[in-house]
């Protein structure tokens, strides 16, 4: 009964439990990264990194499709860490940022936005190739997947494309955001990934937002602005280029 | 108070966002084009503003803080609530195409950044 009436309370109020719950994985990856990896190993990258084990088990154990915020334990954890929260949090990280640095990277950042899509497009699409797809619709759906997973599946319906490949677009483009959340603090030393103007850059070419978010936030949170300034375009871009330009280009080649 | 803080930041997101969906119809696709950026845009213009023409005031300053303080909670959250599943079962195309379309793009990240003259700030 007693457990009956916690578990009836930690639904009832389950963005509270979000918090309770996101502050000790927060306070362990933290204990972890002191203790065990002498603080080599940033503690939010160790919090990200569980955050994505807990999805992988949420959807194993539930077959669903929002990680651990599937069981209604933690569906909290679902509005936490959704879309407006994430939004508003990234917003609130503009404050304090240097005006002088976005002017000094403007063209160059915008730049970046463009050939970051393009160059996803054309990997993704030069993979689709290599796995035996010939049709330019499949080919640019899955390019725009790799670009990010809201692109691939705006583009495969604005073309029509069968909904087998709409979904590995999907899949093609949550890829890059867990390995870009994962990866980034890993490859930024070799990147150049330290200052206002690379994060800007690294922004615009990777695109996609929780990936860049989560990524810069296990790096350097005095970065995240301006990496997240620069991929929140991207998406847009991507709608823009993939089923009309990039379409067009695939299409003439097959 | 705490709260114009976070209701001016609410502000800037609303106006962003919304500035994000004409522009999106505008140009006729079906996303928001850059909404998070231009809220941002708006707050950093008014930061820096508000060092040299007025001050927000230091409660004000910390509702704003508080939500910035709470970014990588949430960002933690937010990977707690990914698909993972999909992004690893469905079969090696997708995982290929995804890191190959990240092991590209973070290739170009030293070479445009020489373009862009970004000065290193080893730190």
């Known amino acids: 009964m007693i457990l009956e009436s916690l578990l009836a309370v930690l639904e009832k109020n389950s963005l509270i439990t979000a918090f309770a719950f996101v502050g000790i994985l927060v306070w362990l990856s933290y204990e972890i990264s002191t203790r065990l990896t002498g603080g080599h190993i940033h503690g939010s990258a160790i919090a990200i990194a569980l955050g994505l084990v807990l999805a992988y088990v949420g959807g194993r154990l539930t077959g669903g499709q929002q990680g651990l915020a599937d069981f209604s334990l933690f569906a909290g954890v679902g509005i936490l860490g959704g879309a407006m929260f994430r939004d508003f949090a990234i917003v609130a990280t503009a404050f304090g940022a240097e005006l002088e640095a976005l002017k000094k990277a403007g063209l160059v950042g915008a730049a970046s936005v463009v050939i970051g899509v393009v160059l996803s497009f054309v990997v993704g699409a030069i993979v689709a190739v290599a796995f035996g797809y010939s049709d330019a619709v499949s080919i640019s759906t899955i390019g725009a997947g790799a670009a990010t997973y809201i692109v691939g599946p705006v583009t495969g319906t604005a073309l029509g494309a069968d909904s087998g490949v709409i979904a590995l677009s999907v899949a093609a483009g949550l890829t890059k955001s867990v390995l870009v959340m994962i990866g980034t603090p890993f490859i930024a030393p070799h990147i150049g990934l330290n200052n206002p103007h690379a994060a800007l850059i690294y922004g615009g070419l990777m695109g996609t937002t929780s990936g860049v978010a989560g990524g810069l936030a296990a790096t350097d949170p005095k970065l995240v602005p301006y990496g997240a300034m620069t991929a929140t375009f991207y998406t847009g871009v991507g709608c823009l280029l993939a089923p009309s330009v990039l379409f067009l280009m695939v299409r003439s080649i097959v | 108070m705490v709260i114009y803080g976070v209701a001016l930041l609410a502000f800037c997101m609303l106006v962003g966002v919304f500035v994000g969906d004409i522009l999106g119809v505008l140009i006729g696709v079906q996303a928001n084009v850059g909404g ?34 709470m970014y990588i909670p949430i960002v933690v959250a937010m990977a707690a ?28 990240i030293p070479v445009l950044s020489r373009i862009g003259g970004g000065e290193r700030h080893d730190s």
Do not use: C
């Open chain 2, 81 to 108: 609530k990914q698909n993972v599943i999909a992004a690893i079962s469905s079969g090696w195309l997708a995982i290929v195409a995804g890191v190959a379309a990240v092991a590209v793009s973070f290739a170009m």
């Open chain 2, 36 to 69: 998070v950026g231009i809220a941002m845009l708006m707050l950093i213009v008014l930061s820096n503003l508000s060092h040299q023409k007025f001050t927000l005031g230091e409660p004000t300053e910390r509702g704003i803080g508080f939500w910035s303080a």
